[in-house]
């Protein structure tokens, strides 16, 4: 078992594919803190780390971990000038399982995804059948992709396999930023650029892409979260060269559905990919079409399991459906339609309420910037929604908006869905790392301001 804390994409990524190849299980850490408590946890052989973090990683250890071996990694052009480098001399068994991913958090608690040997095979599988399917990440071997996203995040991670196993042509951004990412697609013509909706909303909206034709960009690819429509219009709009954007429907346990999407079609997530198998439960039983419950899938890119500590939680038979989370439903046409997570998901006045629509709804509003919204307790309606918003202008300048905002929601929505919670304005959504909205925070935010 290796704990990679990488940040520089290009090392990370020879470390990676150096360790799947030695059949080693790969734990993958996003931050020194996050490391020292996995090696702390799981004990894992080898700790290989980039000496940006030598620093941190000596503070927080302070002599302990003896279990484990510490490798400060070099970048490669230092590897050049020292002949005497060389990788330890690690061979791991040959096992099933590939490589631990520590899940967003937007939830609950991050978990360590354990991901088996055939979830890989399955990414090379998938972009083998190419676009007959609607099913490969990429179209085209000869792809110039632009990779913005965290390989150690499971979007950044599969969109890492997926290029290279294809033989595409990688651009590394150290991290995304908007500006940055234009003038990187313009100076390699880049042809694809797979983002989280979080960053591909920032992208749409900086004010640098009016600056930018972008001719060489064919393609997008959303990786995480549901895509605004206002977002999707501004990038259809304004790229010349853009023909669509795909939506992939993933989570660190397991890679569901996708297909390419219009701009204003953001709940429609596609027929499930070749080899899985979708359900619609509720109340134990599997739904009728167009009726809304839990989404089960069981399939070839799944998790095996979970790392607790040092220890393997396998999922067994009697967990064969992994249940996501989310909430959603099949059209007639064997499209899934996602709603949103189970969780974040209430009923007001005796009706569901699909938290994305109505943030996708707030976004077309012009001094809008983000919003998230939650449902909180209501004596009438039995719990109603409540929009946190991250305005245009200052928040503290924004106040006088907040009447507007209700009453752009109330003349396009029903009853059921207007906001009669309230707005609030924030500087900043409490977000994870690929920027999905931790609603939680801002449940336990309200809850304490009101009690």
Not at 53 to 70: I, M, N, P, Q, R
Not at 198 to 220: D, G, H, N, V
Request: proline content about 4%; overall charge neutral.
């Amino acid at each position: 078992m290796v704990c990679l804390l990488i940040k520089d994409k290009s090392l990370f990524s020879t470390t990676l594919l150096g360790c799947l190849l030695h059949s080693t299980l790969v734990i993958l850490a996003s931050n020194a803190k996050h490391a020292i408590s996995i090696v702390e946890s799981s004990s894992p052989k080898v700790f290989l780390y980039e000496k940006i973090y030598a620093g941190e990683v000596d503070d927080l250890t302070s002599g302990k971990c003896h279990d484990t071996l510490f490798f400060n990694m070099l970048r490669s052009e230092e590897i050049e000038k020292k002949t005497s480098y060389s990788f330890p001399q690690y061979r791991g068994s040959v096992v099933t399982q590939s490589i631990v991913l520590y899940s967003g958090g937007s939830t609950g608690p991050q978990r360590g995804v354990v991901l088996p040997d055939k979830w890989l095979h399955y990414l090379m599988f998938l972009q083998d059948l190419g676009d007959v399917h609607h099913s490969a990440l990429f179209e085209a071997s000869d792809d110039v992709i632009l990779l913005a996203e965290p390989p150690w995040r499971f979007p950044g991670l599969i969109v890492l396999i997926s290029a290279l196993s294809f033989g595409c042509t990688m651009v590394q951004q150290s991290f995304f930023d908007s500006n940055k990412s234009l003038l990187l697609i313009e100076e390699h013509k880049i042809n694809c650029v797979p983002l989280t909706a979080s960053s591909m909303t920032s992208l749409a909206f900086a004010l640098a892409l009016s600056e930018y034709e972008l001719p060489s960009l064919q393609y997008m690819v959303n990786l995480g979260g549901a895509l605004s429509s206002k977002a999707g219009e501004i990038l259809m709009k304004r790229v010349s060269g853009l023909g669509h954007i795909r939506q992939v429907y993933c989570l660190t346990e397991c890679a569901i559905a996708t297909r390419k999407r219009g701009h204003k079609d953001i709940l429609n997530i596609g027929a499930p990919l070749p080899g899985n198998r979708v359900k619609i439960v509720r109340n134990g039983e599997k739904c009728s079409l167009k009726v809304p419950g839990e989404i089960h899938v069981v399939g070839e890119c799944m998790l095996s399991g979970y790392l607790e500590g040092a220890n393997l939680r396998f999922v067994t038979h009697n967990e064969e459906w992994f249940r996501t989370g989310d909430v959603g439903f099949f059209d007639e046409k064997g499209n899934i339609h996602l709603l949103g997570g189970l969780l974040d998901m209430f009923v007001c006045a005796g009706e569901q309420i699909s938290v994305i629509e109505l943030e996708d709804l707030l976004l077309h509003h012009p001094a809008v910037e983000k919003a998230a919204v939650i449902g909180v307790p209501s004596a009438e309606l039995g719990e109603c929604a409540r929009a946190f918003v991250v305005p245009r202008s200052r928040p503290e300048d924004a106040h006088s908006e907040a009447e507007g905002i209700r009453q752009f929601i109330r003349l396009r929505s029903p009853f059921h869905k207007q906001l009669h919670g309230g707005v609030e304005f924030l500087r900043k959504i409490p977000s994870t790392e690929i920027g999905l909205p931790i609603r939680r925070v801002l449940r336990v935010r309200y809850l304490s301001a009101t009690n």
